[in-house]
C-alpha cells in the first residue's frame, strides 16, 4: 500500500453486500491405505525403491524408511523423500551399462550374421563379450533383482520377478554355453535386456518425481524472528521459538504475523489471502484475532500472542497436509498386473516345455535350450516401456500445454473424474476487484465520473483503487487533476476537482455526510447489493452523489467456457468460497455451477471434498491458496493454479502455468488419450508373449516351425518398437475443446 491507508475504505466492508474474512482451510479426508506420493512408482512396478539394496549408498541421498510429508520436527520443517535419488541412480547405471553393451552387440556372433560383417580378431577377443556382459549384469542388474526379492518375499510377483527370472537364466545359461557344446549364449539379448529395463525406469523416475516440498512451503510463511516488547517498551528481537502465550510483538508495515495472537494496539490491514485464498486484505483493530503467517500492510500492530507453534492455525493446516499426504491410496497398474500375470504363464509354460520335450527326446540340452527359450521370451521388454514410455511423453505433451504433472496416477485418475470441485477466489475469479458496473446522476456521464474517481484514487495501492483505476485505463479515460487529496479513515478520501470538493467512499461516508441516495442510485444500489457486489459513491461538494461505482470479484472469461465444456464431457462442477451465501449464489448462477459450498471455514473446505468423496464421487480439486493445500492434496487429483502460492503448487497433483480454467479440460482430454495408449502398448506388449511363447515351446516343432533364441529376441525388439512408436502417436492428441 502506498499513501492510501486500507481505513480509508473501511466503510467499504459494511456496503450492500456481505463481506467475509475468513481464516485459512483445512482438511480430514475418507481412509485410504498407503501412500499415493510414496507409492507412485510402486503402483506401476509393484516393487518398492525402500527395498533397493544398492551397491553404493550415496547414489540415493535420502533414507529409504522415510515417507512423502515426513513428520514435524522441532523446527516446524518437515522431513521427507522424494525420488530424486532413484532418478540418478537408474541414469547412471543406464548410461554406463548402455556404453559397455555396444562392444557386445557389436562381438556377437547372431549380430553379425543379421548385419554381414565380421568383428576383428585380436587376442582376448573373445572374452569381450562375456566379461563384459558381466559387469552390465551385475551393475545394471542388481536393482532389478533387489527390487525382485521385494515381490517374491511380498508374494506379488511382478515386473521386477519377470525381468530378474529372464535376465538371470540368460545370464546363467550364456555363461555355461562357454563351456557346453551346441549351445547359443545370450549375452547381447542379456544387456539390451538390462538397458531397455534401466531406460524404462530412468524415464518413468523422472516422470513421477515429485517435490513434496508442501509443508516446506508452508513453513516458509512463518517469520523467524519476532519483536517482543519488553517491560520497558523497548523491542527485542528473539526467535519465534521463544515466543510464549502473552507476549506482546510488534508487527511492523510489511512484515509478518509471528504467532497467532489479538490485536491490542494499532490499527492496519492484513493480508490474509495466503491462508483464506481471498483477495480482499482484512482490516485489523483493537480486539481484531490475527492469524501467523500473514502478512501486516500499512500500519503498525502490537500483538498478545495467544497460540504458539503447533498450536497455531498455520502448523494445523501443515498437519492436515500431511495427513492427507499419507492417506492417499495406491494404485496397482495393469502393467504390473500384466506382468504378475506373465510370471504364472512363463513358469507354466516352461514346465510343460520341459515335460514335453523329455517325453518326447529325452533329456539333452535341446530341452534346456527350449525351456531358457521360454523364460528369456517371456522377459517383457515392450512391456517395461509399455507404461513409462507413454508416462514420458504424456509428461512432456502435458508441459508443452501449460501442465505440469506432478503425480502420475493423479493424471491417470483424471479419466475417470465425475466431479470437479473449483475454488473461487483467483480459479474462476481473477482474484481481483473490477468495476462490473456504474450509474449516474444528473448531468454526469460515465467517463466523467470515472476520471474523477480515477483521479482521487491515483496514487493509492489499495485494490478499490486499483480497480477504478484499471475500468477508467479500459475505457481510455485520462484520469482528472486532483489536489487537496486527505484521507479520511474509516470513511473514505476526499480532494479538490476543478475548484469541487468531491467525496469517495462507502455507505458509511453517505451517513456520515447525511446524503439522501437518488432513486436511481438507491434502485443500483440495491441491485448490486443482491448480487453481492461492492458499492462505492462518488459525491460532489458534500450534497449530492453524482455516480455510484458497482465492484466485485471478476469472472474469468474461461471459466465460462470450461464449465461449459466440462458439463459436455458429463461431469459436475462445484464450487467451493469463503464468500458470503449471496456471492456464492450469484457466481454460481452467472457461470451456471452444479453446486456451491459458500461461507466455508478453514477446517470445511477440505471436509466439503470428503463429502462429495463419501458419496461415491471421484473429485479433482482446483485451487491456488494456501487453504486450498489440505483439500488439494484430499482430492482424488489436485489441481493447483500455477499462479497460486507456493504451497498450493507444492500440494497439487498437476499445476496448471496459466491462470485458466480450461486447461482443467485439456488435462482431462490428455488423461483419456494417455489411458488408451497404454492400453494399446499393454495390448502389444503382451501379444507379443502370447505369440512367441507357444512358438518358444516349440508348439509347431512337429511341422518343422521351431523359434531360436535368437529369432526370438527379433521379435522381442520389433514388438518394443511398435510400442514405442505408438507412444509417440501421443504427441499429435488434439487437446482443443
Not at 246 to 253: A, E, F, T
Not at 329 to 339: C, I, V, Y
Not at 475 to 500: K, P, Y
Amino acid at each position: 500500500m502506498s499513501n492510501h491507508p486500507d481505513d480509508e475504505h473501511s466503510g467499504h466492508a459494511s456496503h450492500e453486500h456481505a463481506t467475509h474474512d475468513p481464516p485459512g482451510e483445512t482438511s480430514t479426508k475418507p481412509e485410504r491405505t498407503d501412500d499415493n506420493t510414496h507409492h507412485a512408482h510402486e503402483a506401476q512396478s509393484g516393487h518398492s525403491h525402500t527395498e533397493i539394496e544398492h551397491g553404493n549408498t550415496d547414489e540415493v541421498e535420502h533414507p529409504h524408511d522415510a515417507r512423502h510429508g515426513g513428520h514435524i520436527d522441532e523446527g516446524s520443517h518437515m522431513a521427507h523423500t522424494d525420488h530424486t535419488g532413484h532418478e540418478r541412480m537408474f541414469r547412471r547405471r543406464f548410461w554406463v551399462s548402455l556404453v559397455l553393451s555396444i562392444p557386445v552387440i557389436f562381438f556377437s556372433e547372431f549380430i553379425q550374421d543379421v548385419f554381414g560383417y565380421t568383428a576383428p580378431i585380436f587376442p582376448g577377443s573373445i572374452w569381450i563379450t562375456p566379461v563384459l556382459s558381466v559387469i552390465i549384469f551385475a551393475y545394471g542388474g542388481v536393482p532389478f533383482l533387489s527390487m525382485a526379492r521385494t515381490e517374491f518375499e511380498n508374494r506379488e510377483p511382478g515386473m521386477m520377478l519377470l525381468i530378474s527370472l529372464a535376465i538371470t537364466v540368460a545370464f546363467g545359461y550364456s555363461l555355461a554355453s562357454l563351456v557346453l557344446p551346441g549351445t547359443t549364449p545370450f549375452f547381447w539379448e542379456l544387456v539390451t535386456l538390462i538397458d531397455i529395463m534401466l531406460l524404462g525406469h530412468w524415464m518413468e523416475m523422472r516422470s513421477v518425481r515429485q517435490a513434496s516440498g508442501a509443508l516446506d512451503e508452508l513453513a516458509k510463511l512463518m517469520p523467524d524472528t519476532a519483536e517482543r516488547l519488553t517491560e520497558s517498551g523497548e523491542t527485542e528481537d528473539v526467535p519465534v521459538s521463544e515466543l510464549s502465550a502473552g507476549d506482546v510483538v510488534l508487527v511492523r508495515p510489511g512484515a509478518s504475523v509471528p504467532a497467532d495472537g489479538e490485536v491490542v494496539e494499532g490499527e492496519s490491514s492484513v493480508d490474509e489471502s495466503m491462508i483464506t485464498g481471498e483477495s480482499r486484505p482484512v482490516d485489523k483493530e483493537l480486539g481484531s484475532e490475527v492469524v501467523a503467517g500473514t502478512v501486516n500492510q500499512d500500519g503498525s500492530l502490537r500483538v498478545r500472542v495467544t497460540k504458539t507453534g503447533d498450536e497455531t492455525a498455520l502448523a494445523g493446516i501443515m498437519r492436515l497436509v500431511d495427513e492427507a499426504q499419507r492417506s492417499k491410496s495406491r494404485t496397482q497398474l495393469l502393467a504390473d498386473r500384466a506382468a504378475g500375470w506373465l510370471f504364472y504363464i512363463a513358469l507354466a509354460v516352461a514346465a510343460i516345455t520341459a515335460v514335453a520335450w523329455v517325453l518326447a527326446t529325452g533329456f539333452n540340452l535341446t530341452v534346456l535350450e527350449r525351456v531358457v527359450t521360454v523364460l528369456v521370451i517371456a522377459c517383457p521388454h515392450a512391456l517395461g516401456l509399455a507404461v513409462p514410455l507413454v508416462v514420458a511423453i504424456n509428461t512432456s505433451t502435458a508441459a508443452q500445454n501449460g501442465m505440469l504433472i506432478r503425480d502420475r496416477i493423479a493424471m491417470e485418475e483424471a479419466r475417470n473424474l465425475d466431479t470437479v470441485m473449483f475454488d473461487k477466489t483467483g480459479t474462476l475469479t481473477k482474484g481481483e476487484q473490477g468495476v462490473v458496473a456504474v450509474e449516474t446522476a444528473g448531468d454526469w456521464d460515465e467517463q466523467r465520473a470515472l476520471a474523477v474517481a480515477a483521479g482521487v484514487e491515483g496514487d493509492s495501492e489499495h485494490m478499490i483503487a486499483r480497480a477504478i483505476r484499471n475500468a477508467a485505463a479500459e475505457r481510455e479515460v485520462q484520469r482528472a487533476s486532483v489536489s487537496n487529496f486527505e484521507n479520511l479513515r474509516g470513511l473514505g478520501v476526499r480532494a479538490t476537482v476543478d475548484g469541487e470538493t468531491v467525496h469517495l467512499g462507502g455507505p458509511n461516508l453517505i451517513e456520515k455526510l447525511g446524503i439522501k441516495r437518488s432513486a436511481e442510485i438507491s434502485s443500483f444500489a440495491n441491485d448490486a447489493g443482491a448480487n453481492a457486489h461492492t458499492v462505492i459513491y462518488l459525491i460532489r461538494e458534500e450534497s449530492e452523489i453524482v455516480a455510484a461505482f458497482a465492484l466485485a470479484d471478476v469472472i474469468r472469461e474461461e471459466s465460462r467456457q470450461a464449465i461449459e465444456a466440462l458439463h459436455g464431457m458429463g461431469i459436475e462442477v462445484a464450487m467451493l468460497t469463503g464468500d458470503s451465501e449471496a456471492v456464492a449464489k450469484a457466481v454460481a448462477e452467472e457461470l451456471g455451477i452444479d453446486q456451491y459450498f459458500a461461507e466455508v471455514l478453514p477446517e470445511e473446505k477440505d471436509t466439503k471434498v470428503a463429502q462429495l468423496q463419501a458419496e461415491g464421487k471421484l473429485v479433482a480439486m482446483v485451487g491456488d491458496g494456501v487453504n486450498d493445500a489440505p483439500a488439494l492434496t484430499r482430492a482424488d487429483v489436485g489441481i493447483a493454479i500455477g499462479s497460486g502460492t507456493d504451497v498450493a503448487i507444492e500440494s497439487g497433483d498437476i499445476i496448471l502455468v496459466d491462470n485458466n480454467p480450461m486447461d482443467v479440460v485439456r488435462l482431462i482430454r490428455l488423461s483419456k488419450a494417455s489411458y488408451r495408449k497404454m492400453q494399446e502398448n499393454l495390448v502389444w506388449a503382451t501379444g507379443y508373449n502370447v505369440f512367441a511363447l507357444p512358438l518358444a515351446a516349440g508348439i509347431l516343432a512337429p511341422i518343422g516351425i521351431l523359434l531360436s533364441p535368437a529369432i526370438g529376441a527379433v521379435f522381442m525388439s520389433l514388438s518394443t518398437i511398435i510400442v514405442a512408436i505408438n507412444a509417440r502417436r501421443l504427441k499429435g492428441v488434439d487437446l482443443t475443446a
